[in-house]
């Protein structure tokens, strides 16, 4: 009986090696000349005028031509200055900005889509700042292999604060299995702060985001292209066009964070991404119940022991590898606290999650 948390993990442990294999596997993309494709840069703002000078300065920078892309600003019933930094904001880029017909990120999105001139859309978030080589790899990326949704690269900005550097850790772990599904012809996540896509993939799979559903514009995206069958998706292994983002302030704002990501699971409809959600589930209450019973006698450590050993080495393999690709390899030495609170954390915002529910009943 003490060995049945171990053999509940072997599926998660099975498939998160089958995912470290193909990342491994993956070659870092070397940009080729630009084809300049006109692309459409899509930011959805909500109260944004603290950091959208920063990423307009950066997009300004960008080393893709100015004359073939343009970005339009989805300002999401802003009450503070954003609509008007944007419109005031003079660079040499084409610049515009288009109000929300409903509300939401998703239905902002939307609103820009319908104004896009570019073949290629791209979306970002205006608390990020994009590298120079940014949207040159991106292009170059779409124009080499016309995928009609890419996949781009985020890592969590380096912080001085343990919950912030957990999350870093976290997200991370997160970008592994992205990257890794992805190249295996599965992918499962995708991070709107750097996506790109197809307007044409845009439009035909615009009833597939769950408008009824708040926040996952990338994740349902995803899902309903995948579910499609016919469109190509594509991680983008490329370090310059990563993009950093900040981690949330707390313990607090970062369980209340991950609650909103998990409560949209329960409407995900892709098979392999239920399968994936379903055993990593059962690999984290498992670790977590043999652990509680270390109270209950000494024989359960044996049981934990293995399972920390099979389970905790493709997830420190994963971690090292996109710590290295992201440039952040002080992070890996985090990974002894993360395994042992990762489990509980997890517990804990399914937790509340639960409670958000049945308050809402």
Excluded at 2 to 21: D, Q
Excluded at 115 to 131: H, N, R
Excluded at 172 to 182: C, D, F, N, R, S
Excluded at 311 to 325: G, M, V
């Amino acid at each position: 009986m003490v060995w049945i948390p171990v053999l509940a993990s072997v599926p998660y442990i099975l498939i998160l090696s089958w995912i470290l294999y193909r990342l491994l596997k993956t070659e870092a993309y070397k940009p080729e000349p630009p084809g300049n494709t006109f692309v459409t840069i899509i930011t959805a703002c909500k109260n944004e005028e603290k950091n959208l000078p920063l990423f307009l300065e950066a997009i300004s920078r960008q080393d893709y031509p100015a004359s073939a892309f343009e970005i339009i600003i989805a300002d999401d019933n802003s009450t503070d200055k954003t609509a008007a930094i944007a419109a005031d904001f003079r660079s040499g880029i084409r610049i515009s900005v288009v109000s929300n017909k409903g509300r939401g990120k998703k239905s902002a999105i939307r609103s820009a889509a319908e104004k896009a001139s570019g073949e290629l859309i791209v979306t970002a978030d205006a608390d990020t700042v994009p590298g120079k080589s940014w949207l040159s790899s991106i292009e170059s990326f779409y124009h080499s292999s016309k995928p009609s949704l890419i996949i781009g690269p985020v890592y969590i900005k380096a912080a001085s604060g343990f919950w912030q550097r957990f999350q870093a850790v976290e997200f991370l772990a997160l970008q592994g299995v992205t990257a890794g599904a992805a190249a295996a012809g599965s992918a499962v996540m995708c991070n709107g702060a750097n996506l790109a896509f197809t307007r044409k993939a845009y439009i035909e799979n615009a009833a597939g985001i769950r408008p009824e559903v708040a926040g996952g514009d990338d994740v349902f995206l995803l899902h309903s292209m995948k579910k499609s069958g016919n469109t190509a998706i594509r991680w983008l292994e490329s370090p310059d066009a990563a993009v950093p983002t900040l981690p949330v302030e707390g313990a607090r704002s970062m369980l209340d964070q991950r609650s909103r990501w998990i409560g949209k699971s329960i409407y995900y409809n892709d098979a392999f991404t239920i399968v994936l959600g379903l055993t990593t589930f059962a690999a984290i209450l498992s670790q977590a119940t043999l652990t509680l019973s270390l109270a209950a006698g000494s024989r359960f450590i044996l049981p934990l022991a293995v399972l920390i050993v099979l389970k905790s080495l493709p997830e420190f393999l994963l971690i090292r590898n996109r710590a290295k690709f992201y440039r952040q390899p002080a992070f890996p030495l985090l990974f002894i606290p993360f395994l042992i609170l990762y489990p509980f954390y997890v517990l804990a915002v399914i937790m509340i999650t639960l409670f958000r529910a049945l308050k809402e009943v």
